[in-house]
């Protein structure tokens, strides 16, 4: 086992490979000396940081005396310790993370070229994704104006939207030059116009569904999705410019999701419905309708309990002073 072949895979901060360094004999010294087998640009790394040495039972990393000492997975070493290296074989010194990679491991399959395991149709749905929901922007201010107004009135309803998500793309792809080195503006391209599409869809749908089935807390459903669909676009582009925090961002936009319902609800008390509009303020075609017809019996039996807060309310403005001070 002394010649088990192996190398270590040297990451960045995203957990990308940076470098790579083939294991000619074991054990194998690491640390910032020139005589070290790895040399590790690291001013928080010791000269004779560790040894990486191969035994029966697999690797083991041994810590030599430093400062910092080091990390297996999330287990803490202190100088003088050592450990066996897990699956992943992840190990830290100072700020650098390294992988041990051995022939015993099972290796990933090759993966395809993007450019060519793909044909037209593998890039076709965006471009048409875009042009569904330039038209649902479209529809949107057709609903909104008078027949026969110029179309100047409709190209700002779109242009405008659609300026706004080629800037956002490009600014999480500028963000993801800086982190990455690689500018994937299509990526981001695409994550916003699923979400944004799908969020538009929703949001004419349920109203045509509440309407139609008589289901008016339907529309809570529109107070949550939007937010959680914003919290949801976040994380998927954040997750590509940092994927090692995905967990820690999913956690703290879920939280802030959270706070800002909880926020909304308490703002609401007073009102009949914590989330979602009160009423309907534009109502589709009454042939739309599926659910049964009420009586007018049962609509002025729910307007009893209005009634009586009403006269309350009524009873409770009569007994108070006016503000000059004059009876009635």
């Excluded at 290796?107 to 569904?132: F, I, V």
């Excluded at 944004?196 to 569904?209: E, F, K, N, Q, Y």
């Excluded at 914590?274 to 739309?288: E, F, K, Q, R, V």
């Excluded at 599926?290 to 609509?299: D, F, N, Q």
């Amino acid at each position: 086992m002394g010649s088990q072949a192996a190398l270590i895979e040297i990451l960045d901060r995203d957990g990308q490979v940076r470098a790579l360094h083939k294991i000619a004999q074991w054990p194998l010294s690491l640390g910032r000396s020139p005589d070290c087998d790895l040399v590790l640009a690291d001013a928080h790394v010791a000269g004779q940081h560790a040894l990486l040495q191969w035994g029966e039972e697999g690797a083991e990393l041994v810590l030599l005396p430093s400062l910092n000492g080091g990390w297996v997975d999330e287990r803490r070493l202190q100088a003088g310790e050592s450990a066996a290296l897990g699956v992943g074989g992840l190990f830290r010194l100072g700020n650098t993370w390294l992988r041990l990679r051995t022939s015993a491991q099972a290796l990933p399959a090759e993966q395809p070229l993007h450019h060519e395991a793909s044909g037209w149709r593998h890039h076709a749905w965006w471009p048409a994704l875009l042009l569904l929901w330039m038209g649902l922007l479209w529809f949107d201010q057709w609903s909104a104006l008078n027949p026969g107004s110029p179309w100047i009135d409709y190209s700002g309803a779109v242009l405008a939207p659609l300026s706004v998500l080629l800037v956002w793309a490009a600014l999480w792809s500028l963000i993801n030059q800086l982190f990455q080195h690689r500018f994937p503006f299509v990526m981001h391209l695409k994550r916003a116009l699923v979400a944004l599409t799908g969020l538009h869809v929703l949001s004419a749908a349920l109203p045509l569904v509440a309407y139609s089935l008589s289901l008016p807390r339907l529309m809570a459903i529109d107070a949550i999705a939007f937010p959680l669909g914003l919290a949801a676009l976040l994380w998927w582009h954040a997750s590509a410019v940092w994927p090692r925090a995905k967990r820690w961002m999913a956690v703290m936009l879920g939280a802030l999701l959270l706070l800002g319902l909880l926020l909304n609800v308490a703002k609401r008390q007073e009102q009949q419905h914590w989330l979602g509009p009160a009423y309907l303020s534009a109502l589709p075609p009454p042939a739309l309708r599926l659910a049964s017809p009420k009586p007018p019996e049962v609509l002025i039996d729910s307007l009893r309990t209005l009634r009586e807060q009403l006269a309350k309310q009524a009873k409770r403005d009569n007994e108070e002073p006016s503000l000059d001070g004059a009876e009635d």
